[in-house]
Every structure is written in C-alpha cells, then in structure tokens.
C-alpha cells in the first residue's frame, strides 16, 4: 500500500502538472472514441498499451474479458458497453484478450476451480468457448491449447457483444467497429483478428475494414 501512496504523491509532483491542461479539459467531460474490453489481469495496461492518454480509452475489465449476451444477467458489463455506445458514442470497440490467461486456463481445467464457486459461474459466459475447443481442437496441448482457446475466446465474446441492443443498432447504422486482439504479454506483440484470412496477425499488419464484427474459424494457431 505505501508504494501505491507515494505513486499518488509522485502524480501530483511531477505527473500532474505537464497534464494540467488536458485534466482540466476533461473535467468539463469525456469523449472517448473507443471502448477497450480485456482482463482483469494486474499484467495488462491498457494504456500503456496502446500509449493513449487519458480520456482516449473507456475501458472494461473483468476476468476472461468476457462480455455475457443479451439477456443473460445483470451486470454492469452490458450497462457499461451501453453507456459508451450509447451515451458516449464510442466508434470502436476492442475485446482484447492475452496469453497465459488464467480465466482461460480455469475454463479448460475446471477442477481448478472448486473452490472458486463465483469465478466458474462467471465462466459459463465463456461456455461456448469452452465447446469450440473440446470440439475442434483436440490435437493441441499445453501452451498451444490455451492460446487457441484465448483466441477463439475474443472471437466468441465479439459475437456475445453483437447480441447487445445498443451495439447491434450502432452496428446497422454502420459507424461502430468491432475488433478482435490479442496481447502476448512475453513479448509485448499484439495481434489482431483477420476475418479475410481467419487468423490473427500482428496489429501493424492488419488492414481494418469497415467492421470486423464477424468473426470465425481458423485452423492454426497464429500465435
């Protein structure tokens, strides 16, 4: 707790004060242009990340990054994702998952999970997730099975994301766009989903259409 402490004395010495202008801009509002979606994991900054600065990113955290469908229970998750789209106007919308995720490795070994009743519950979001995999990635082990199933993971969340009254409108409407990523934490690469090739490919290398709401099937693991 006292580093986070002085953390907080170091921002208002030195952190602050280059940002003044742009804080106090902020305090009048906020006006995002995307909403990133990822996991709670302490090893993810989204800011970091994509270097933005404040006030660029609206963010939603939770474990798996997952994003429960329409109709499917009352968490802030779908009140949130409204809020950004609806009320701020968001014109993207990230789900970024990560290698070594745990929520992922828990959906693969549930056993793992006895004694964590609320973190298997919050899990069945991921369900099917979880059968994609059994079904059709029966060759993979280890590392490559858990990536694969990180990656079907944001493509599965993305199509739950589309069933939310609030996106699907925006998404007729043409002007929000859906994005599928994945953060290598090892290495630092990011990569995103490409529904032309059906596979994820470094973010500097994706051309970004219109929409990449669709989002399906692939036979390797692209990372």
């Known amino acids: 707790m006292q580093k986070l402490i002085e953390g907080i004395h170091q921002f208002q010495g030195m952190g602050f004060r280059p940002l003044q202008g742009l804080f106090e801009t902020l305090a009048k509002g906020q006006s995002p242009e995307t ?5 709670s994991d302490s090893r993810i900054d989204p800011n970091l990340l994509t270097q933005a600065k404040p006030g ?19 968490g802030g998750e779908a009140a ?4 950004a789209v609806a009320g701020l ?6 789900i970024c998952g990560h ?6 490795r828990g959906l693969l070994q549930p056993q793992q999970l006895a ?10 979001h991921a369900e099917t997730t979880r059968r994609i995999i059994r ?4 060759h993979l082990d280890g590392s490559r099975l858990l990536t694969a199933t990180v990656e ?22 043409g002007d929000l766009h859906l994005h599928g990523w994945v953060y290598k934490i090892e290495t630092g690469e990011v990569f995103a989903y490409e529904s032309a090739s059906g596979q994820f490919v470094p973010v500097a290398e994706h051309q970004y259409p219109a929409s990449e709401a669709s989002a399906r099937r692939r036979a390797n693991v692209a990372i």
């Open 89 to 94: 106007g968001v014109k993207d919308i990230i």
């Open 135 to 138: 079904d059709n990635y029966g």
């Open 99 to 104: 290698s070594l995720c745990g929520a992922m």
């Open 80 to 83: 949130t994702i409204e809020f």
């Open 56 to 74: 660029d990113l609206f963010i939603l955290r939770n474990a798996g990054n997952i994003v429960p469908p329409h109709g499917a229970g009352n």
């Open 115 to 124: 004694s964590l009743p609320s973190v298997s519950s919050w899990l069945s």
């Open 35 to 39: 909403l990133f979606i990822t996991c």
């Open 152 to 173: 079907e993971n944001v493509l599965v969340q993305l199509e739950n994301l589309r069933t939310l009254p609030a996106v699907a409108s925006r998404l007729v409407k």
